[in-house]
């Protein structure tokens, strides 16, 4: 009985902990001070979004979440190459 | 997902917290580094503690997590690893070689010098 409560209270932990990890990529989104640091920023936001979901998945015991999980880690990696290339070439599709 | 869920044994659950724990600790400390460090060169090592140490354990605890509720192994959490484990170097190689690009055409003294 008290195993479970030390277990919710820890996942319930690292939920807490990804949210202020998202939080300071938020805050890198805005301050800047460049363009690569506010894509740096989103990338590291994406992946944890994706974490936060894992973990949510894991505290409801149920799979439904878990294909959000993946389609938000296919954009994450298509919209980053997608901004790096107009970093770098100033068009995305030539 | 239409299979049933049952219920995790007390073991699954206790190895699930601490992976959860440990692989959120290390994307917290990776997000510090992103916000703490002082130029985007040093920036960029950070939050890949977070996208490779950070996914590997969640990822494990979800697929021990979900192999213990289910009783097969789960495809989707595998998938998800394999991914991000894949995707994020390159991500980051295009990043960096853009960053470059850029200051060395502005001709900033902090880009990496020529090899």
Redesign the interface.
Known sequence: MI??I??DI??L???I??G???L??A??ILAGP????R???L??LY??G??SI??F??RE????Y??G??II??LG?TA??A???F??RGEVIE | ?TET?QD?P?WA??V???L??A???L??L???G??KLRN?YE??HA?TL??TL??GF??I??II??WA?TGKP?L??V??AA??TI??P???I??V???V??DRTEGNPEAPKEI
């Open positions: 195993l479970q030390a277990i820890t996942l932990l690292g939920q902990m990804l202020v990890a998202m300071l990529a805050w890198r460049r363009a690569q640091d894509i740096l920023g990338d590291t992946a944890n994706l974490l894992v973990v998945c894991i015991n149920s799979m439904l878990m294909e999980a993946l880690g296919l990696f980053t190459v901004l790096s290339r970093l770098m | 997902m869920l995790v007390l659950e206790c699930t917290a601490v959860v724990f692989g959120a600790t994307t917290l990776g997000n510090i992103l916000v985007f920036r960029v939050p977070g996208a950070g996914v969640i990822l605890a979800a997590h979900f509720a789960a989707l959490p998938l998800i991914f991000m995707t994020t390159v991500t980051l295009m990043l070689r853009a960053a690009y850029r």
